[in-house]
Nanobody
Framework: QVQLVESGGGLVQAGGSLNLSCKASGSALSVNIMGWYRQAPGKQREMVAQITRDGVKYYAASVKGRFTISRDNAKNTVDLQMNSLKPEDTAVYYC???????????WGWGTQVTVSS
């Protein structure tokens, strides 16, 4: 079992930046894929960015070029640097850790990001 704790959400004006952090504990050595998802009110949860243990990164088209995911395997942390934020980025952001792309994995409790126009 992997436990995930997110931090770094908040309120920011459009065009601003935020950095989200997530720390994994427990059976963190079994984690291959770490990522960030988000869920806006009335919408389904969607993948924002993922990173493998080897550092291969994947981004949703809507955030490519604005968001950067990074990972520290020694510290079992994954960060999401979000720049040029838009009001449509407003959502609860969830950290995810999974052994593979096909596995559901573990979820954090989420952190709210609100971007004002």
């Amino acid at each position: 079992q992997v436990q995930l704790v997110e931090s770094g959400g908040g309120l920011v004006q459009a065009g601003g930046s935020l950095n989200l952090s997530c720390k994994a504990s427990g059976s963190a050595l079994s984690v291959n894929i770490m990522g960030w998802y988000r869920q806006a009110p009335g919408k389904q949860r969607e993948m924002v960015a993922q990173i493998t243990r080897d550092g291969v990164k994947y981004y949703a088209a809507s955030v490519k070029g604005r968001f950067t995911i990074s990972r520290d395997n020694a510290k079992n942390t994954v960060d999401l640097q979000m720049n040029s934020l838009k009001p449509e980025d407003t959502a609860v952001y969830y950290c995810n850790a999974a052994p593979s792309f096909r596995a559901v994995g573990s979820w954090g409790w989420g952190t709210q990001v609100t971007v004002s126009s």
